[in-house]
């Protein structure tokens, strides 16, 4: 009996194969905001050879499963809309039904614990903080967390996690510099944000950037390879290496399980606040601007958009020379098209390396792509170093965007930047050939600094806000008549050779 039993499930399982359940990717799921303006990929999982059709706001499109039970199809370019629409995706008998879903921009926000910084650390630590959380209630703002997971190869799919309405009660759980900037941006354009939040706290860049980036530098291309090799002290002990505290740190090895299951979901742009785990104890910040570089031509790729906006935090004042190196680098990583850099520079962070302020973060993040992808005509970017011109005893220092002028600030509080006429302009440094830094005298003068020192005869190089201790008595004050930060600098960078000594 057991056997004839037996040979008739054997023959019924035969005839009637189990079918693969349907399901997109995790990522699409209910409240979620899909981009506009854009092609919309929406891909999954089905029974090989299988037909699905997806269907929303009047559309409907068709695909098929790959050999490996894969689709991808693409929703024509939509128009914005609060209207929460229904996404349906069906395969025969198969049907699942994704709610409440709008069309807005959608921006990737990663780094590491300063992005991950909730906006419960700002209700409690700052009183514009909690007023900021008490009147979220926006629902036009959605934030999804992706899971922290760290792979070996690119991961097809993340591990739960679901899209989160803002409201009063919700916002408390998301990433503050990604709330802030995302309320910014809908407030401005009255329109639906959605925000993915990959952000991971004490992690270097490297495992953001997918393996295949990095190429192109001597540095990258070394790194690739004692990553494979699981050589985790030469990577320490090479320039511009770091600490790989476990094989999350790897090369690509957050991308593998927090990124790739996400691309290529359409987004807008990125965001990204990191760096401090490239400076820390013992680690060399040198050659960040071409990990970064990597970083973004990596998630052009992936997200299938070659002109990705990417838009990033710079690090704000610490007390380490690492820091001033890694805030060069990442000036440097200007370069490459499309991309912007909010300065942090004047912002109290003296004590504490997880400042509750990340109001003026993501308001100065925002400025950005409202100026640059917007046309909006606001001041987007605080004066950035452009030339020195030596003259005798005196350094003549001009600035990008000061148009309207240089001016002595002081930092009153969450958003104010206050106009100090009678202030001593400070963190001006000069250098003479016996390579030896002092202390200057600086002031500001139409659209440039004139600095000078009675200890340097002849200067060589003028530097600013690149020493590692500042204070709340003489802080860093320079800014653009909009109020926005000058970033620190250094005319000549021979001057100051990265000695391992002063990463304490």
Known sequence: MFRIVGFLLFVLGWASPVLAVLQPTKIFSDHMVLQRDAAVPILGQADVGASVTVAFAGQSVKGKTDKEGRWKVKLDPMKASTAGCSLEISSGDQKITIRDVLVGDVWFAGGQS?????????????????????????????????????????????????????????VHGFSGVAFVFARRLHLELKIPIGVIDCAWGGTPIEPYVPASAFKGHPTLVKLAALAKAGDFEAIKKMPGGTFVRSPAWLVGAIYNGRIAPVAPYGIRGAIWYQAESNCGKG???????????????????????????????????????????????QLQAMAVDGTGMAVTIDLDNANDIHPPNKIDVGERLARWPLAKIHGKKIPF?????????????????????????????????????IEAKDGALNGFELVGEDGVWHPAQAKVVEQTVLVKSLSVKQPVAVRYACHPEASKEHPWNLYNKAGLPASPFCSDWSKMPYDPAKNP
Request: proline residues 6%; glycine residues 8%; positive net charge.
């Open 283 to 329: 680690e060399d910040p040198r050659d960040y601007r071409f990990k970064q570089r990597a970083l973004i031509e990596g998630w052009r790729k992936s997200f299938e958009k070659p002109d990705l906006p990417f838009y990033f935090v710079q690090l704000p004042q610490w007390k380490s020379y690492a820091w001033t190196y890694a805030r060069e680098e």
């Open 381 to 417: 970017s605080g004066p950035l170093f452009r030339d020195a011109k030596m003259r005798d005893a005196e350094v003549v220092v001009r600035f990008d965007y000061a148009k309207d002028g240089l001016m002595i600030g002081h930092l009153e509080g969450v958003g104010k930047i």
């Open 114 to 170: 300063n992005m991950d910084y909730k906006v419960n650390g700002m209700a409690r630590r700052l009183a514009e903080g909690k007023a900021l959380a008490d009147e979220a209630n926006y629902p036009a703002i959605r934030h999804r967390k992706v899971n922290e997971r760290n792979a070996a190869v690119p991961q097809s799919d993340l591990n739960g996690g679901s899209w989160v309405v803002c409201s009063p009660k919700t």
